[in-house]
């Protein structure tokens, strides 16, 4: 056991003066860890952890991670999920959920993070970004002898094992194995429910990411395996791109019929803002028909729990355009 002075260290202060923010929650927890190491008792989750990341590097840590950074929104979200919320200390930028996170100090955003702070900080883990994060930047933190996991999930199993293996580099593997069984329950029901749909009878459906240039979505993108949980298809599932750049063409000769985009404010216009460049193309089922869906990007475009939210307004709308069509001569 530690001297007792040396629980008055910068270190220990700086941990628990960054505690008191405006969450009861994160403030009872670190005060109970506080209590626990105060009185020399050991946790019984606290011994070495490893785990491989979605880049296949593993990750080996001495004990449960406590001073966790994290780079990217969907890892917040999901550490938090998975209990680890009072663990995290440093956060990118646009990592607003849940609101606790919005308290957090930021390092920066996605391509441009803030090294320094990150050092200032003394992180145990820092959870990085494959595909957002600057591949250079993750290095030179690496460097620093800092241990990093790279998260990059592109399948709904995906979400799962993240949940799973966060739960297990923190200390909580049976809150993020609860909540991974939880999920995949999600993912079943609603398989079941309009998954039996895709084929034949698939429904056409084309993602707008952008308009000018005109960005979509290609096969690897998770928002495609969403379609197809829904008993739809994406009209570019064949582009082997996550965000390709196609042309109008391309679009009408697909025909869509229905065409999704993401966006907080326009879902009361119909069509959406960022849709009316297709008004004049009258040819496009979806068009004609006025089949649109506005998601929120939060609900469809970040690898956590919460897509299951929006898959499940696709699965109403695209199940609701498949009865439509049925009816009609």
């Not at 220990?12 to 003066?17: E, N, R």
């Not at 590097?57 to 991670?65: E, G, I």
Request: hydrophobic letters at 45%; aromatic letters at 8%.
């Amino acid at each position: 056991m530690m001297p007792f002075s040396s629980y008055f260290s910068p270190l220990y202060l700086l941990g628990f003066v960054n505690a008191f923010r405006p969450n009861f929650l994160r403030v009872f927890g670190v005060l109970c860890c506080f209590t626990l190491v105060f009185l020399g008792i050991t946790p019984a989750n606290a011994g070495p952890v490893s785990v491989r990341d979605d880049v296949g590097h593993t990750v080996q840590l001495s004990h449960p991670a406590q001073r966790i950074v994290s780079l990217a929104p969907h890892v917040t979200e999901l550490l938090f999920d998975t209990g680890a919320g009072a663990q995290v200390i440093a956060v990118s930028d646009f990592s607003d959920y849940p609101a606790a996170a919005r308290a957090l100090p930021s390092v920066g955003g996605s391509q441009a993070l803030d090294l320094e702070r990150i050092t200032v900080l003394k992180p145990d883990l820092v959870i990085a970004w494959q595909s957002g994060n600057s591949a250079g930047q993750v290095e030179a933190i690496e460097r620093m002898g800092i241990p990093v996991f790279r998260s990059e999930p592109k399948s709904l199993e995906d979400v799962a094992t993240s949940l799973e293996r966060f739960g297990i580099l923190t200390g909580h593997a049976d809150e993020g194995g609860k909540y991974a069984a939880s999920f995949r329950q999600r993912v079943e029901a609603l398989r079941l429910q309009y998954g039996q749909n895709q084929g034949s009878s698939a429904i056409r459906v084309f993602y707008q990411v952008w308009n000018q240039p005109l960005m979509t979505v290609g096969g690897p993108h998770l928002i495609s395996r969403i379609m197809e949980l829904c008993g739809g298809q994406n009209i570019f599932v064949s582009i082997n791109a996550l965000s390709p750049v196609v042309d109008a063409e391309a679009v009408i000769a697909a025909n869509p019929q229905l065409m999704v985009v993401s966006g907080e404010h326009e879902a009361k216009t119909i069509p959406p803002d960022s849709l009316k460049m297709w008004q004049n193309w009258q040819q496009i089922a979806a068009v004609r028909n006025r089949d649109y869906l506005v998601l929120d990007p939060a609900l469809i475009t970040r690898h956590t729990p919460r897509i299951l939210n929006g898959a499940e307004q696709l699965c109403k709308t695209i199940e609701r355009i498949r009865r439509t069509s049925r009816q009609s001569p």
